[in-house]
């Protein structure tokens, strides 16, 4: 039996794909997921639901998940290994899918030290890959991972990320290669700023012939002021940005305008680059930034 996920489906059917993402609050506040939710409908396929990211308290994603499902709005779920064995992790699994939550991002979360609880212990009981098998094995072998067999097992199209500038950079595209045997359909990247790098990490990932066993969704985000450029590039791991976007970023009378207008430029070109099937926009707490980017790049034409 094939899930119920409207992405896998516009995926399947040569739709290039426009996923964003949605902080939840960190308040009990559902009106939040509604009102960013309302911003985001018919611009976007489907909402990434994040998981407490980096470590920060926040409403549970698969309750918000739920709640976009009532809003009719399609959510993938992330699922973090940082905060769950694999007994709360399957527990989670079957409760997502009951609720009508048909994708899921599986991650292995940020490190606790990070957030607002740096005193709290971690899980990691399982890693990014093991949870990407559990999830397979659930879905196409109806068992747990003891062996033991599921009734009515979840239906998932299974997500992993993917971070094209992350040293080494000659074993990326072989990693994301591990991921997608553990189970992975589609992939969202890093943020994409460095294209250069992007265009040969795709050639690996073309001769590896990866295209062809995962959609692959390229991250790409809106920048606010070249703070924001500088501090990406000098304090935040895996992430590459070239001096020309921060140049480029000082000399605008409007940041914002130019951070958007960047990210429609990036997008155009990722539109090119064969074996890409969508774009994954990171605008998190700036979900008003998502329809200009969507009617600027043409992406629902």
């Keep these: 039996m094939k899930s119920e996920s409207r992405l896998e489906k516009l995926l ?21 997921i509604k009102q960013k939710a309302n911003i985001l409908k018919g611009y976007v396929d489907a909402v990434n639901i994040t ?3 980096t470590a920060i308290v926040r409403m549970s994603s698969i309750a918000a998940a739920s709640i976009l499902v009532h809003l009719g709005l399609e959510p993938i779920a992330q699922m973090t290994c940082r905060d769950r064995n694999r007994i709360a992790i399957q527990s989670d699994l079957l409760g997502a899918s009951a609720l009508g939550v048909n994708n899921l991002l599986c991650l292995t979360g940020d490190h606790q030290k990070f957030g607002n609880h740096p005193e709290s212990k971690n899980v990691f009981d399982l890693d990014s890959i093991q949870l990407l098998k559990t999830v397979k094995d659930m879905r196409d072998d109806k068992k747990f991972q003891c062996g033991e067999e599921i009734t009515v097992e979840p239906r998932f199209f299974i997500g992993a990320a993917a971070n094209p500038f992350a040293d080494p950079f000659e074993y990326r595209a072989f ?6 045997k553990a189970g992975a359909d589609f992939i969202q990247t890093q943020i994409v700023f460095n294209l250069d790098k992007f265009v040969k990490w795709m050639e690996t990932v073309r001769e590896l012939g990866l295209d062809k066993k995962a959609f692959i969704l390229a991250g790409v985000a809106p920048i606010k002021s070249a703070w924001m450029a500088k501090y990406m590039k000098n304090k935040v791991a895996g992430m590459d940005v070239p001096d020309e976007i921060i140049a480029r970023m000082e000399k605008a009378a ?15 070109q990722l539109k090119e680059i064969k074996g890409i099937s969508g774009v994954h926009i990171m605008a998190v707490e700036w979900e008003e930034a998502v329809p200009e980017i969507v009617e600027k790049s043409r992406l629902k034409e």
């Design 51 to 53: 998981d407490c990211q």
């Design 12 to 32: 399947n059917a040569g739709h290039f794909a426009v996923t964003a993402e949605l902080g939840p609050p960190k308040s009990s506040d559902s009106n939040i």
């Design 175 to 180: 990693r994301m290669g591990k991921k997608i």
């Design 254 to 268: 409007n940041p914002k305008e130019e951070g958007i207008n960047i990210c429609v430029d990036i997008i155009n």
